[in-house]
């Protein structure tokens, strides 16, 4: 189990940029795939990147595709999800979620650790 802690969300117009941070208050990423999740008000969770220390693999919402990018830095457990280009249709509260020798994917049954959430809202 490892605990997750989100930050960096915030509000931003149109156009602009915000990098989420997803730090492993206790445990490491070592061996985890790394989601990260959004949820809109009246809508479904969706996936929208992973990353996985297992094999490397990585995976983007195509909606995000070209304006989003993932890393993880093992040094300081963190995984970031960095944004661009934002959209208004981008507002959502982020989730970060972890799954222990799990593959990258946007299902989110997949996952079994999760941080409390990040609200993201972009203005027009």
């Known amino acids: 189990e490892v605990q997750l802690v989100e930050s960096g969300g915030g509000l931003v117009q149109a156009g602009g940029s915000l990098r989420l941070s997803c730090g492993a208050a206790?445990?490491?990423?070592?061996?985890?795939?790394v989601g990260w999740f959004r949820q809109a008000p009246g809508k479904e969770r969706e996936g929208v990147s992973c990353?996985?220390?297992?094999?490397?693999?990585?995976y983007f919402l195509d909606s995000v595709k070209g304006r989003f990018t993932i890393s993880s830095d093992t040094a300081k457990n963190t995984v970031y999800l960095q944004m661009n280009s934002l959209k208004p249709e981008d507002t959502a509260v982020y989730y970060c979620?972890?799954?222990?020798?799990?593959?990258?994917?946007?299902?989110?049954?997949?996952?079994?650790?999760w941080g409390r959430g990040t609200q993201v809202t972009v203005s027009s």
């Open positions: 979620a972890a799954s222990y020798l799990g593959p990258c994917t946007h299902y989110s049954g997949s996952y079994f650790d």
């Open positions: 990353i996985s220390s297992n094999d490397g693999s990585k």
């Open positions: 206790s445990g490491t990423f070592e061996h985890y795939a």
